[in-house]
């Protein structure tokens, strides 16, 4: 039986391209929109590298557009003037809070090669930030008042880094430069190495990552961005008194306050919206391919009445009928299919997306995209069938 | 002759009601979301309402530094003291605007803490947009000048934070991120590119005075002309103004660039990063838009092609006899278009109901804030014209296909 | 072998009811060789249809072998239709998409039948039909006669106890026509009933029993 078919479907290919086509353009739709959410997921369940519950961010604005310097005793009133707040449990600074839409990145590489630049972002912290932030390291140790007065700049990496920048080897104690060329403008030192560190929060892809220790006057920028760990349970009016304090301090700074969980909040509803976008936009289409699924199939099944009336007398009973149709509908669909991830398995063999395609996800969303179009048509082929074995012989025969 | 064809058409309309239903429905799907679309589009590039006057004020929204270096370069909205020293004193225009881009502040009350999209704006502003006053007045040139603590709210925020209609938030005051507002005014919710925000207060309010000397910031210029025939003179104008600026730092900065751009060209230029370039790309950009909506509307004409000419395949003995009974080609492809043609008006009608209710869910749904869009006539118009232009065309390849065949192979028939 | 008793049969369409066969009894014993005449439209095809189990009567009782044919389910009368009887139609029905050996094998495909011995009984079939060269052509490219003999050898590969046959030399010349009625003769001959419509007297004549039909009724 499955020779026959595949006899017939071979032989009204040309027939049956339009349909193959619109199968095929399906699969690719629904292909997109699971990889997209499979990857996602897949992001999700990755370590994040720090802890963002009960961590609030104030954003200093002193007017000046960032030019002017901070120096220690503006740092230490910031930081003893915070403290004193019974909510507040460890204070730190950064040049921006994880969550954030900024990104500060630079190509780095070890001294000495003029060779390979490794791309990375990099984040100003100071001492306290490693508390505040919940960030356990693998090696080394966090930045301290021992690095007061180091040569060169103290860095914490992560370990993608580490096995970027200095590959088979440790990372800790080792240097790295960078500047254009063979000219150098800052030497960094490793002190210490994180397992893994996504600034940009869950659905951020993995990158390389440096901390670069902020020293107040030491270095060309300010951090100016202070997070807070405070006491569980502390309630949303507390930025009240926080501004309050803070304003007492220096009252004509302004404060940006906002809890780490809105700022997550904001940057996951910017990540998903295109996400659903791109579903709204796929949704749509396959309810066209559906249609004209439909449609034809209820045309092909039509044209084929005759056909299956001799089929009836020939002693075909109604169920084989069904069956047969199914099965045609099932072949179809599986050449389609097979078409389809010949060329979209060119994409992680090429490498085209990079590490957003990897096989993990191409798999999983190849199984879940055949399953839907297994369903869809067959969906689009019971109702035609099942009216089409439901005439006698002879109707079916002199169908007009 | 005509009404045969309409009679025709009609019958096998209700001959096979399913299919009928099939096309219809994709028809109508690809019109209201093609519809929904350009209303937005429409509302987006030339509103009504709150910035109805955008045929006579243009916008400066960026200004971009080029450094000496390849690839030192700087973007930013602008400083006050850009528009201040360069941008206000333009003569032949009607007025200069200053305003903020929205940024995010708390407002605190006793133990609330509410979220607000905050703009600083001076009193030109408020003559540049037209925006319902609701209760109270707007803030003047005088109150600029003393340096009041006044905020103008918007409906919503009103009612947040003082239930009782818009009337009982005048004369309240308010605790915004640590410094005291008195409300003077409650004016309608809008959501533009200038309009959008829940609370205003005047530039001079701004704790410290730092913003007056940065030619960046986060400002954005408004330039009002006194008739709309003048934009064209006053996008020179200002292209020749940016020419002429001197920044603070010479050493560092090379080429200094900004433009007047109505909506469409400012949306253009973003899109198309070309902030260097006296073109914004509005072309490229519409070009792009309708490119992008024909591609859309390809996949439900396949469809349509498809299902067509298997309803000619359905009639070949219909056809065949009708051909060995005198009718021509011609006449049958007529018959087969006018068919197309009038499903597809019929989907377009439906299609104009349905994008109604669309565009009123859209702004019941709250998904951007205060959207406020209606469907004007010439979108409809241009969906209507889509909708014959599609009929036409996935109608005309079916026919083609069945003018050629002949009677006696289409009268035989086999399976 | 078949027994129809007080068949009548109505055929509905649209609004209009037509009455094509009313309280006939007809029985057809095994080796026989019926021939049906009657003008046109006076419902000797739906007798026939009737008696190949194609069609459910109206009213009355159809019996094959004795048991009435109304206690069968679906998928029994298809059994039926596929082991008992044998169908030649007027306009072949052949699939056009499939070459001549396929069209012969289709019936064998709705029993359990190895793929090489369907091949097998399939030639043979095409063999005594005069048509084993043409196995591997397209039924377009075959004349008339050689179609019907196509529809004729898928007709007899199941080897059916009864053939039933729809005006089968109606598409065909004079010449045609006659080596059709000798493979006919001949199946009769090794022991199949055959039931037969036809306008042919001549062809009639060589049957062993004629049957009138007009108006929907058996005349004598």
């Not at chain 2, 002429?244 to 080429?255: F, H, L, S, Y």
């Not at chain 3, 739906?46 to 009355?60: A, E, F, M, S, Y």
Request: aromatic letters at 8%.
């Amino acid at each position: 039986m499955f020779r026959h078919l595949l006899k017939l479907t071979w032989k009204r290919k040309s027939r049956n391209l339009m349909l193959s086509l619109e199968i095929l353009l399906a699969f690719a739709i629904v292909f997109a929109v699971t990889a997209f959410g499979l990857r996602y997921a897949q992001l999700y369940r990755m370590p994040l590298g720090f802890d963002g519950t009960d961590v609030w961010s104030v954003a200093v604005q002193a007017g000046d557009n960032g030019n002017r310097r901070f120096d220690d005793a503006v740092y230490d009133s910031l930081r003893r003037g915070v403290g004193e707040l019974p909510e507040v449990s460890s204070v730190g600074f950064a040049a921006f809070e994880p969550y954030a839409m900024s990104t500060s990145s630079s190509d780095l590489r070890r001294d000495g090669e003029s060779g390979k630049q490794v791309r990375t972002e990099l984040l100003d912290a100071d001492d306290g930030l490693a508390r505040v932030l919940g960030l356990e390291l693998v090696e080394g140790r966090w930045f301290s008042a021992l690095d007061n007065g180091s040569a060169q700049r103290p860095v914490v990496i992560n370990r993608r880094m580490a096995q970027a920048m200095f590959p088979g080897e440790r990372a800790l104690g080792q240097q790295f430069v960078d500047g254009k060329g063979t000219h150098v403008s800052s030497t960094y030192r490793v002190v210490g190495v994180v397992d893994a560190f996504r600034a940009k929060g869950e659905l951020a892809a993995p990158v390389n990552f440096v901390f670069t220790r902020f020293e107040p006057g030491k270095n060309d920028r300010d951090a100016r961005t202070m997070l807070l760990k405070v006491k569980p349970g502390t309630a949303r009016d507390f930025e009240r008194r926080l501004n309050a304090r803070l304003k007492l301090i220096r009252n004509d700074w302004s404060y940006q306050i906002e809890p780490l969980s809105s700022t997550r909040a904001s940057m996951m509803k910017s990540r998903i919206i295109p996400l659903i976008v791109v579903g709204i936009i796929a949704a749509f289409m396959l309810l066209m391919v559906a249609f004209g699924l439909f449609g034809a199939l209820w045309q092909n099944t039509t044209q084929r009445i005759p056909e299956i009336g001799l089929r009836r007398a020939l002693g075909a009973s109604a169920g084989q009928i069904y069956r047969q149709i199914v099965a045609e509908q099932f072949m179809l669909s599986s050449i389609a299919i097979a078409l389809a991830l010949l060329l979209l398995v060119q994409l992680p063999l090429t490498g085209a997306l990079g590490d957003n395609l990897n096989w993990q996800v191409f798999t999983g969303a190849a199984m879940l995209s055949m399953a839907v179009i297994y369903l869809l048509s067959l969906l689009c082929a019971v109702y035609p069938g099942w009216r089409a074995s439901r005439l006698s012989p002879t109707e079916a025969l002199h169908y007009e | 002759m005509f009404r045969n064809y309409l009679l025709t058409a009609w019958k096998v309309f209700m001959r096979r009601k399913l299919f009928t239903a099939i096309n219809l429905l994709c028809i109508v799907l690809t019109l209201v979301v093609l519809m929904v679309i350009a209303s937005l589009l429409e509302t987006a590039f030339h509103p009504s309402g709150v910035e109805g006057r955008s045929d006579r004020f243009l916008q400066v929204f960026t200004i971009r530094m080029d450094g000496h270096e390849d690839g030192h370069r700087s973007t930013s909205p602008l400083g006050y003291k850009l528009i201040e020293k360069y941008l206000k004193p333009m003569p032949g225009v009607e007025r200069v605007a200053a305003v903020t881009l929205p940024a995010s502040v708390s407002v605190y009350q006793g133990p609330n803490v509410s979220e607000l999209q905050m703009r600083h704006a001076d009193a030109d502003y408020w003559k540049v947009l037209d925006f319902r006053l609701l209760a109270g007045r707007l803030p003047t040139a005088a109150d600029d000048a003393a340096g009041r603590m006044i905020a103008v709210l918007n409906a919503s925020s009103a009612r947040r934070l003082f239930p009782g209609a818009p009337k009982a938030a005048i004369g309240q005051r308010i605790d915004v991120g640590g410094q005291m507002f008195e409300v003077v005014g409650v004016v309608e919710d809008a959501m533009h590119l200038n309009a959008y925000a829940d609370i205003w207060a005047p530039i001079s309010t701004f704790t410290s005075s730092d913003y007056r000397n940065e030619l960046t910031g986060m400002f954005v210029a408004l330039v009002m002309a006194e008739r709309s025939a003048d934009i064209a003179r006053i996008r020179d104008q200002v292209a020749q103004i940016a020419r002429g600026v001197v920044a603070d730092d010479p050493k560092e900065w090379k080429r200094i660039y900004f433009w007047a751009d109505g909506k469409l060209d400012l949306f253009a230029r973003i899109l198309t990063n070309s902030d260097d370039v006296p073109d914004s790309g509005a072309g490229k950009l519409l070009a792009g838009i309708t490119v992008a909506m024909i591609v859309f509307m390809l996949l439900p004409a396949l469809n349509l092609v498809n299902l067509n000419t298997g309803r000619i395949m359905e009639r070949r003995s219909e056809i065949g006899v009708r051909k060995a009974f005198g009718a021509t080609s011609s006449q049958l492809a007529v018959q087969l278009v006018i068919e197309n043609v009038l499903l597809c008006l019929a989907g377009g009608l439906i299609a104009l109901l349905a994008t109604a209710g669309v565009l009123a869910w859209l702004e019941s749904a709250d998904l951007i804030p205060y959207l406020k869009v209606e469907l004007n006539l010439a979108v409809f118009g241009w969906g209507m014209l889509i909708a014959t232009v599609f009929g036409l065309l996935s109608g005309v390849l079916p026919a083609w296909k069945m003018s050629r065949l002949d009677p006696v192979h289409a009268l035989k028939g086999a399976i | 072998m078949i027994r129809l008793s007080k068949v009548s049969k109505t055929y509905r369409t649209d609004k209009v009811e037509t009455l094509a066969l009313k309280d006939v009894d007809l029985h057809v014993k095994k080796g026989e060789f019926v021939a049906m005449m009657g003008p046109s439209g006076c419902g000797k095809s739906t007798l026939l249809n009737l008696i190949g189990l194609l069609d459910r009567p109206g009213q009355g009782s159809i019996e094959v072998e004795g048991i009435p044919i109304t206690r069968y389910r679906d998928k029994q009368v298809a059994k039926l239709r596929n082991s008992t009887f044998g169908f030649i139609f007027q306009s072949f029905h052949l699939i056009p998409d499939l070459r001549v050996i396929d069209n012969v094998e289709l019936p064998l495909l709705y029993r359990k039948m190895a793929a090489g011995e369907r091949r097998r009984v399939a030639r043979e079939a095409l063999e005594k039909v005069g048509l084993g060269a043409r196995m591997d052509h397209y039924p377009n490219q075959l004349s008339g006669g050689q179609q019907q003999r196509v529809a004729i050898a898928r007709a007899i590969v199941g080897q059916p106890q009864v053939l039933l046959a729809d005006e089968p030399t109606g598409n065909l010349d004079s010449k045609m026509g006659e080596e059709v009625m000798d493979i006919l003769l001949k199946l009769n001959e090794e022991g199949t009933t055959v039931v037969m419509v036809t306008h042919d007297e001549r062809e009639a004549r060589r049957t062993s029993r004629i049957v009138r039909v007009f108006d929907g009724q058996l005349v004598a």
